[in-house]
């Protein structure tokens, strides 16, 4: 029952969501969404999702500081950059490589790493995390992904690209909007939503689980929380956080 009900809801999204389907159909909606409208859209979003995940970002990367190299030196890369919202949450010198698959992000990321004076940017790399093939194995000490992996190809690839990065004890630190609790309604209207809200906002999956992933690659060491973000009237509340050793 539960089932025929999210299939006719979905089905009622993608009524109303039709002239995106048909621009796709055309091959009109994917460039036009890399290019202009998901830039704008992040760009939009990020100070709003920031304010609420302040505390959280805080938290999280307060510790990134025991991850310097011995010459005290810290090397970060952030996979899936986007517009830089991560960038006031990195302590002072900070080495900072930003990569994304996207390159259309170059405005507001300019204005970002203008805004943060404190780091050093050392490269902007156009690459998927899945293919991090211009940075060498066991060099760099953090890496950070934030509301990347709902849209990768392969979450499996891409820690095994931040293992191979990464020296040894250094960390890899997440936040990322998950699939709510099976048995919720959140994870209901998420269902509803998948298809539709895949293809207006760049491949982001609604419903994936991280944490099978996170544990099953080789880290030494996983920390992580299920934590609600007060995103209210959207399927995205759900959150993974945390940092993971290699
Ligand atoms: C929702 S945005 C998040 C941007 C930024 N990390 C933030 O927290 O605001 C998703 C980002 O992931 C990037 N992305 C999509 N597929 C990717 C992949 N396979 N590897 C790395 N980044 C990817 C997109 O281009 C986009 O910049
Ligand atoms: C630490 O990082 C700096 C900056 O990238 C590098 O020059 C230095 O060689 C590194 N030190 C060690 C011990 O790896």
Redesign the pocket.
């Known amino acids: 029952m539960a089932e025929a009900m999210v299939l006719f809801l979905r089905f009622c999204f993608q009524l109303i969501a039709l002239p995106v389907y048909l621009l796709s159909l055309l091959g009109a909606w994917e460039p036009f969404c890399k290019k202009i409208f998901f830039p704008f859209f992040m760009e939009m979003l990020t100070a709003g999702y920031n304010k609420k995940t302040a505390e959280q970002k805080r938290e999280l990367f307060r510790n990134l500081p025991e991850f310097a190299?011995?010459?005290g030196?810290l090397?970060l890369l952030e996979i899936g950059t986007g517009s830089g919202a991560n960038f006031q949450f990195y302590p002072p010198g900070c080495?900072v490589i930003c990569t994304d698959p996207n390159p259309n992000f170059h405005s507001s990321l300019s204005k970002s790493m203008a805004q943060n004076q404190h780091l050093q940017f050392k490269r902007v790399l156009v690459a998927s995390a899945e293919d991090l093939s211009k940075v060498a194995d066991s060099s760099l000490d953090v890496v950070v992904s934030t509301l990347v992996l709902c849209s990768v190809q392969s979450v499996e690839g891409v820690l095994k690209e931040v293992l191979r990065i990464l020296k040894p004890g250094g960390a890899f630190y997440f936040l990322e909007h998950e699939a709510a609790a099976h048995s919720s309604w959140d994870y209901f209207w998420q269902q509803v939503y998948f298809p539709t809200w895949k293809l207006i906002f760049d491949g982001c999956c609604l419903t994936r689980d991280f944490r099978n992933d996170l544990e099953r690659a080789k880290f030494s060491e996983v920390n992580l929380r299920h934590i609600r973000v007060p995103l209210h009237w959207t399927p995205i509340q759900s959150h993974i956080i945390g940092y993971a050793v290699k």
Request: proline content about 0%; hydrophobic content about 0%; aromatic content about 0%.
């Open positions: 190299n011995s010459s030196e090397r080495q």
